[in-house]
């Protein structure tokens, strides 16, 4: 079975620069969630989709931060302008839903702002 | 609300047991354990669910303690390979299955 997919694995922009990142999911997966990952911090849920809606948006930045999930399958985070304080692992991950369920992690874009 | 993790860090030998202790100030419906390497993504261990049931598998197991709102991670006679960052994510009661993970507990096993 595939995992989830992500890419880029990296990203180097400048602050004030646009970014985006995506995200397919394990098939069959109908919940996302995009967490952001600072250096040594737990990852922070930024927004968790069920099929195409949104379920939680609340830690969403959303005066620069977007994502979308167009016909519920794969996914994209777009930052713009990107600032410093964004740069950090953006993660994704997919699970079953039925309720509390396991999480898939992808492997991660990190994201460097100069 | 964020779930506290202690201790934040444990350095053991090889062969020698650790517990981990992840606490919610909130009423759970369930906790999750992932593990996570260095420069890789979280890797799931373990759910539980509200009613206090312990899980594990292979030397590594967890308890669900409802009441003081708290789990536990107990990794017995550690290996090399335990070592990385253990976060625990919570799930609040009476809430959407929207997930907070802990700050982590650093686990480094050494021979």
């Known amino acids: 079975e595939a995992g989830v997919a992500q890419s880029p694995r990296y990203k180097i922009i400048e602050k004030r620069q646009s970014v985006a990142f995506w995200c397919n999911p394990i098939s069959g997966h109908a919940t996302l969630y995009w967490y952001q990952q600072i250096l040594g911090q737990g990852p922070k849920l930024l927004i968790q989709?069920?099929?195409?809606?949104?379920?939680?948006d609340s830690q969403l930045p959303k005066d620069r931060f977007s994502a979308e999930r167009l016909k519920g399958v794969d996914s994209t985070l777009k930052i713009q302008p990107a600032k410093l304080e964004d740069s950090a692992v953006y993660l994704c991950?997919?699970?079953?839903?039925?309720?509390?369920?396991?999480?898939?992690f992808g492997p991660g874009t990190r994201l460097t702002v100069l | 609300q964020q779930p506290v993790q202690s201790p934040q860090a444990v350095i053991l030998r090889e062969g020698e047991d650790a517990v981990i202790n992840c606490s919610s100030s909130?009423?759970?419906?369930?906790v999750h354990w992932y593990r996570q390497k260095h420069g890789e993504a979280p890797v799931f261990l373990m759910i539980?669910?509200?009613?206090?049931e312990q899980k594990g598998h292979d030397k590594i197991s967890a308890s669900f303690n409802e009441k003081k709102q708290q789990s536990s991670l107990y990794l017995t006679a550690s290996q090399l390979s335990y070592s990385g960052t253990y976060f625990c994510?919570?799930?609040?009661?009476?809430?959407?299955?929207?997930?907070?993970f802990g700050r982590g507990t650093s686990l480094i096993v050494h021979p």
């Open positions: 991950a997919s699970s079953l839903p039925r309720g509390s369920d396991t999480q898939y």
């Open positions: 539980l669910l509200k009613g206090g």
């Open positions: 994510g919570t799930e609040m009661a009476g809430g959407s299955y929207i997930p907070t």
């Open positions: 909130k009423a759970l419906y369930s």
């Open positions: 989709f069920q099929n195409n809606g949104v379920v939680d």
